[in-house]
């Protein structure tokens, strides 16, 4: 018997790791070991719950989601055996992988049949297929087909009658392939090669070469002759194996056509020379004339189920027969019910023939067990182990279950069907002996609820009773739940079963209605706050519905008091979540948002806590200008008046208010924005505010730098204007690489067609899909103006022309470096012009450029400009200290680059010096901390510079100075501000936040003097145009502190090592110093009366007698503690009350010279 392996998807990556000769594994699906009753998620394997519910996301799925594995009805399983020389893929090492695993899973998606396999021990492929009658048919069909050695044959025909085996528009092979099924592959007509392939079954070459050579036969100019034989007689002409025909053909040169048996037809037809084709016929008539007189026939009755047997392996059996006794053996078609085989040749070869006949067809038995459908899956075992114990003796013996049916059926070598037989009945009694099974009827309704979320309630039965449950799935709509395993345990589970259901009857369901966009937020990241909630009524099921249905229905159901309760608490968090979700939206100029977030996040941290709302701003790298401020909507307008009074205060932020007819509103912001945001980025990016759609509020507000406000606002007016009176749109189409070419630098070529025409033109922006369109909006006469001088420049851009200009190969160098850079500058600002220098090492100063007429002459301009540049650079140098080079430089260089840019110059700083010669100036401290470098004094002596404060200007003489000023602009000058000493701690703030603050707010660096130079001076160091304003927001706080150090009295405790370590100094208004005192004293007196009471009680405490036989202890020992350091600081006095004091006494704390910490 020929059969096929396949695998599971489950059992996929088990076999891909490759088994072991001796190691063989037989899976079945749905099956259990025989000593250990299945599990439910054996038998039901988990499924994903519902994507819907978040905590399904961090939770592994159980063995029960919301979707439950159906249970198939009418399935049948089918293993049988591949004998090792059948086996298309033999590589023992690639055994589950490669083209063979694909194969199968191909045919499991295919037909939906479930197939598994493993090897048998003589290396052949024991297989088991589950599934629907139909689906393992054609499973098993598909095996054969494509993982069966596939025979292939070629057959040479004549080139010229190619054409007609392939047919009009390739109708003829087809329908041949479909008809034969096989694969016939024809040369190309480019191919010299005459060999047709075809490539399938044995049965289907015969059939699909027999009909190719008759198309052939047909077309050929050569003698064609047919010959009516008997179709009974041409097995004899054949001969065994087609060896006979095959020597005919070889000896005469002749084409031989037989029918193949399967093909109805008696007439072979013979191709070929004249000559030759005679001679076939002659010797191919004597056989058929001689075989007519000598042969007679026998009938014989031959079960139908064993005429397979009796056929072989691809009708080996039959050949066999032929060739041992030159008797050809007539077996009816399949399709018939016919039992009656026919023997025909000559009578004394008859009587062998007979007894071959009867010897194949009882080598094979068919048998039956009588099991209960309900055993099959316990005979088959977990992951068909207890058959695979079977198969793997006998591999010849192909079992079969069918579902419903209470029989196994065995087929194969009767000796093994008998063994298999006797195991698998020993099999069946011993599991009626220990097995029961009960079915009950439970409304479909609650089968969800008893299998509870992730099946635990069913894990938890099945685990606890040892049994098997299952449950039908939803879509079946049956009440029956069937109940397999221990008697006593099945009785149990059902019990436990029935007392859930009664329970369920009288539970609720309620369906809540709550808006699909806070379902997460309800359910909280990874699942937290539902938790919470179900916690909190652990009676009540909360089921959310699956996101990609867009349902606002979460359906609770439970004990009807526990419902209401969940019910009002989930409405009451609901309505927080809507007066929580109100959104508005800022925008702030990009330059200020770093100073809404403040340092290390601390402004935008303190909006969020102190107005409670969720502020979100624009990653770093985008466009967007815009902050959304989510909330309730007082505490967003509280944090967004916040935001815009931090950015008026930064800069010269205006605000007006402009009237226009809301009516025109839409048009004026235009398609998608485009039209509102040209103006916004024409007038320096403003922000133009529109009032909310539908609103009926005419005021427009617009923000910005006082000069482009005024700009926006008359350009505004002037387009509700036109819209008021006649405005006209216009769409054109032009490359996006022409856009920039046509706006010109700075925008110049664009304003010139405005200022000349009154139209406003608006380019796409990177975020729009139609990066060709440009629109022209205006009165119609000015839109056509504006569009006819367009046109005019697009066509002349579409006017490609190759020109070249003559460089001096000294300067190719500049224009090829850092990948082209300045190359794809110029293409970039001239309409994508293609510029091509010779290549390196050649003497060539020709250069070439390709692209719009207009264009390349730009760019050509452009180039001489550069050319002029560098044969008019000179070199400069500017010489600053080394150690403003990082201040000069800024933010990841952002100062030094902008100059560059604003000067066409380049920059070069020296490389550090790391042990800079030390300067001779007052020794300042930040922040109270000593620092090595002292003030720069811009006007101090350049006579001898150092090498590493050098820096190097490159470009144009004027343009250099131009920078060089620009450069030493950007040294920080030092001013000094005399501050009352007892003042600094405060200025400086808790850990330094107050002076931050300043430097942060005011750009400088503020360097406070070291505590014990008792100075009143502060250094303020920065830009000279950030100076002024630090000095006065210094000499504010000042102000400030002094009004408020008239109510504060000040206490300030002697410092370690003080020559008067018992004085305590108070300073403040005389009425506060002495209530300061007074409370001081009493304070003092308090703290000693409870030293010297614990000092009295420890007198009369006895220590214990253990304790005073003992050596002293060292006590707990610490390493690396400061005063083994060898410092100044020495080890505290475990003796003493000040170092070590008592629980509960009070002692006055030592505080830092500048008071104590708040």
Known sequence: ?????????????????????????????????????????????????????????????????????????????????????????????????????????????????HLEL???????????????LEAVMKARKDIVARLQTQASATVAIPKEHHRFVIGKNGEKLQDLELKTATKIQIPRPEDPSNQIKITGTKEGIEKARHEVLLISAEQDKRAVERLDVEKVFHPFIAGPYNKLVGEIMQETGTRI??????????????????????????RIKKIYEEKKKKTTTIAVEVKKSQHKYVIGPKGNSLQEILERTGVSVEIPPTDSSSETVILRGEPEKLGQALTEVYAKANSFTVSSVSAPSWLHRFIIGKKGQNLAKITQQMPKVH???????????????????????????????DLINRMDYVEINIDHKFHRHLIGKNGANINRIKDQYKVSVRIPPDNEKSNLIRIEGDPQGVQQAKKELLELASRMENERTKDLIIEQRFHRTIIGQKGERIREIRDKFPEVIINFPDPAQKSDIVQLRGPKNEVEK????????????????????????????????????????????????????????????????????????????????????LANITEVEVSIPSKLHNSLIGTKGRLIRSIMEECGGVHIHFPTEGSGIDTVVIRGPAPDVEKAKRQLLHLAEEKQTKSHTVDLRAKPEYHKFLIGKGGGNIRKVRDNTGARIIFPTSEDKDQELITII?????????????ETLIKNLDNVVEDCMLVDPRHHRHFVIRRGQVLREI?????????????????????????????????????QEIIEDLEAQVTMECAIPQKYHRSIMGPKGSRIQQITRDYGVQIKFPDR????????????????????EGKYIKEADPGSPRKCDIIIISGRKEKCEAAKEALEALVPVTIEVEVPFDLHRYIIGQKGSGIRKMMDEFEVNIQVPAPELQSDIIAITGLVANLDRAKAGLLERVRELQAEQEDRVDIRFPQSGAPDPNCVTVTGLPDNVEEAIDHILNLEEEYLADVVDTEAMQAYMKPPAHEEAKAPSKGFVVRDAPWAAGGSEKAPDMSSSEDFPSFGAQVAPKTLPWGPKR
């Open 1 to 113: 018997m020929s059969s096929v392996a396949v695998l599971t998807q489950e059992s996929f990556a088990e076999h891909r790791s490759g088994l072991a000769q001796q190691q063989i594994k037989v899976a079945a699906l749905n099956s259990e070991d025989e000593s250990d009753p299945p599990t439910y998620k054996d038998a039901f394997p988990p499924l994903p719950e519902k994507s819907s519910c978040l905590e399904a996301a961090q939770e592994p799925a159980g063995a029960w989601g919301n979707k439950i594995r159906p249970i198939k009805a009418s399935i049948i399983t089918q293993v049988f055996h591949v004998p090792l020389e059948e086996r298309k893929y033999k590589d023992m090492n690639q055994f589950g992988e490669g083209e063979q695993a694909k194969i199968c899973l191909e045919i499991m998606q295919r037909t939906g049949a």
């Open 118 to 132: 493993s090897l048998a021990k003589d290396q052949g492929l024991s297989i088991m297929v589950s599934g629907k």
């Open 257 to 282: 056509n037989i029918p193949p048996p399967s093909v109805n037809r008696t007439e072979i037809v013979f191709t070929g020379e004249k000559e030759q084709l005679a001679q076939a016929v002659t």
């Open 399 to 429: 079992i079969e279950f069918t579902e419903g049916e209470d029989k196994i059926t065995l087929e194969g070598p009767t000796e093994d069907v008998n063994v298999a037989q006797e195991q698998i009945e020993s099999m069946v009694k």
């Open 566 to 649: 969940c019910t009002k608490y989930m409405q009451k968090m609901v309505a927080e979540l809507v007066e929580n979700s109100y959104s508005i939206s800022v925008p702030i100029f990009k330059q200020f948002h770093k100073n809404i977030i403040g340092k290390g996040g601390a402004n935008i941290k303190k909006i969020r806590e102190e107005s409670n709302t969720k502020i979100d701003l624009p990653a770093e790298n985008s466009n967007s200008e815009t902050i959304v401020i989510t909330g309730k909507r007082a505490n967003c307008e509280v944090a967004r008046s916040r935001i815009l009074s931090i950015q008026k205060d």
């Open 778 to 790: 205006g009165t119609e006469e000015a839109v056509r103006e504006a569009q006819k001088e367009l």
């Open 827 to 863: 293409a970039e600002e001239y309409g994508g012009v293609m510029v091509s220098f010779p290549r390196s090492g050649t003497q060539s100063d020709k250069v070439t450029l390709k692209g719009a007429k207009d264009c390349v002459e730009a760019a050509k301009k452009r180039i």
């Open 913 to 932: 010096e790391e042990n800079p010669a030390p300067v001779t100036e007052s020794v300042v401290q930040e922040n109270g901390e000593e620092i090595g």
